[in-house]
């Protein structure tokens, strides 16, 4: 049995994408991104912080990877799934922070009436991600959803 399509189209193919599209977004043009992040507008980045953009990328990268490769290798393990998707959920809460500190801490952040068109799109790009994967983590939707590695597991002992 596959997971519901509704994680496998957002995990494997939405989130992926938006992860290559940032990473070449803060390759390309860190001012862009910041300017996204925050309500400022910023037109330069410090050269000499420039690596700190291409860490990030980086990292997007990886996320596009894992997503868009490895869950799509083992499109019915579940705890694989889960495994990762726990990682993920680490970055997620550090990239949660940090988006709520560009925007001036989280009462501010809260505050959706001061929001920007930037500030929707990050949200609408971000929030879906991460409900899926807390959602994924704690089985929401899984019932009868079998890992392949026990699947594998339960038929190695009946032989």
Do not use: H
């Not at 940032?22 to 991104?33: C, E, H, I, K, Q």
């Not at 560009?102 to 009462?107: E, H, I, P, R, S």
């Amino acid at each position: 049995m596959s997971f519901p399509l509704a994680y496998r189209l957002i995990l494997t193919t939405f989130e992926p994408l938006f992860a290559l599209a940032g990473a070449l977004l803060v390759f390309r043009d860190p001012a862009a991104y910041l300017g996204t992040m925050t309500q400022e507008r910023i037109t330069s980045v410090d050269a000499s912080t420039r690596f700190i953009y291409t860490q990030l990328g980086g990292g997007w990268l990886y996320f596009a990877f894992v997503e868009a490769v490895v869950l799509r290798m083992y499109p019915n393990d579940r705890r694989l799934w889960q495994l990762l998707c726990v990682g993920m959920l680490l970055s997620d809460t550090a990239y949660a922070q940090g988006c709520a500190q560009a925007f001036g801490g989280w009462a501010a952040w809260a505050d959706v009436t001061q929001w920007t068109r930037d500030d929707w799109t990050v949200f609408w790009t971000t929030a879906p991600m991460l409900l899926a994967r807390v959602c994924f983590v704690l089985g929401v939707g899984l019932n009868g959803t079998a890992s392949k590695a026990k699947s594998v597991k339960a038929a190695r002992k009946r032989a």
